[in-house]
């Protein structure tokens, strides 16, 4: 079974027989057999036929239209999905059962940090990220050890601040000035790129998790509550640094950003201004609509990293003996 992206702009999905055909104006992109769809997920300005919808709708496959950015602005579902079965399941897991998986998401997430490092380092020649790569090692060993999730957000803490002092490094451009990480407001143009790229992340990882039917307010490392999706935020540190912030370091180190033309100071922060956004999405849709070979037996893009996760996080919901497995870098 496989997502269905509708990815490109301008594009209409129409059907014959039992075929999905995604076209823009006369020209078919791709089609689709409706038996090895499992969603439809529709970014921007493309669209479905009625008979396309009726036909997905017959055979419970939900569609989700969202933004280019990946912000959710709402699906369609048939009614056999009208229940939230599986929230009996993420309500009733054992304490340690979080706690695994708890220890999984911040040793990915330290892994994955690690291995972005030593990538720039290789490309950049030296050897002056070494402290901080061991560093991450050696917190990654000790949160697979941790023994309350307190622990292990301090772990993940000290980490995420060795790390970002290492990525500091790694930026070649002077202009682009980064000491440490300011969420709350973005304190720079670095900052402002980061915040804004976990934000795009964090909104598609809700949608991807609201389609599968899970909760997204019950994860594992984050207290969830009713304004804040935990689960969502589990799973988007996993994707941080081979996605964002890996993403952030070509941005300035191509040249392609401008620390003065792209952002702009307003309301005691850093944020990217019109000029910025375009930039910015535009390398960023580039980037997650890149094909890469899935497990199946057709490329799929980029996105579908996350889905997957998503997918096997909902696995380990049901069988919890497996534990999930976050996305790590090779």
Not at 211 to 229: F, T
């Amino acid at each position: 079974m496989r997502t269905l992206y509708i990815s490109q702009q301008g594009c209409y999905v129409a059907l014959q027989q039992e075929t999905l055909l995604v076209k823009q104006n006369d020209a078919v992109l791709q089609q689709v057999q409706l038996p090895l769809i499992e969603q439809v997920l529709v970014f921007g300005q493309s669209q479905l036929t009625t008979q396309a919808i009726r036909a997905c709708l017959w055979r419970d496959i939900p569609i989700a239209y969202l933004s280019r950015m990946g912000y959710c602005y709402g699906r369609l579902l048939s009614i056999e999905r009208g229940y939230r079965q599986l929230a009996r399941y993420q309500q009733i897991l054992e304490g340690v059962q979080r706690l695994v998986v708890a220890r999984r998401i911040v040793q990915a997430k330290l892994h994955n940090s690690r291995v972005l490092l030593l990538r720039q380092q290789r490309r950049q020649g030296g050897n002056d990220l070494a402290l901080v790569v061991d560093t991450l090692q050696h917190l990654a060993d000790q949160a697979g050890q941790a023994d309350s999730i307190d622990r292990l957000m301090g772990l993940e803490g000290a980490g995420a601040a060795a790390y970002f002092e290492g990525f500091g490094r790694c930026l070649r451009q002077p202009d682009f000035a980064f000491v440490a990480r300011s969420r709350r407001s973005p304190g720079n143009p670095i900052n402002a790129m980061l915040s804004f790229g976990y934000q795009v992340l964090w909104n598609h990882l809700l949608s991807l998790i609201e389609l599968q039917g899970l909760d997204p307010y019950y994860g594992c490392l984050h207290e969830g509550s009713y304004r804040h999706a935990a689960l969502a935020s589990d799973l988007v540190e996993e994707f941080r640094a081979p996605i964002v912030d890996s993403l952030v370091l070509w941005l300035v180190n191509s040249r392609v950003m401008d620390a003065t033309a792209d952002f702009e100071l307003r309301n005691g922060g850093c944020y990217l201004n019109g000029s910025g956004r375009r930039k910015y999405l535009r390398a960023f849709l580039q980037r997650m609509e890149e094909t890469l070979q899935a497990d199946g037996p057709d490329p799929q893009p980029r996105w579908d990293l996350l889905n997957r996760q998503v997918k096997a996080y909902k696995q380990f919901i049901y069988t919890p003996a497996e534990v999930y497995a976050p996305y790590r870098i090779r």
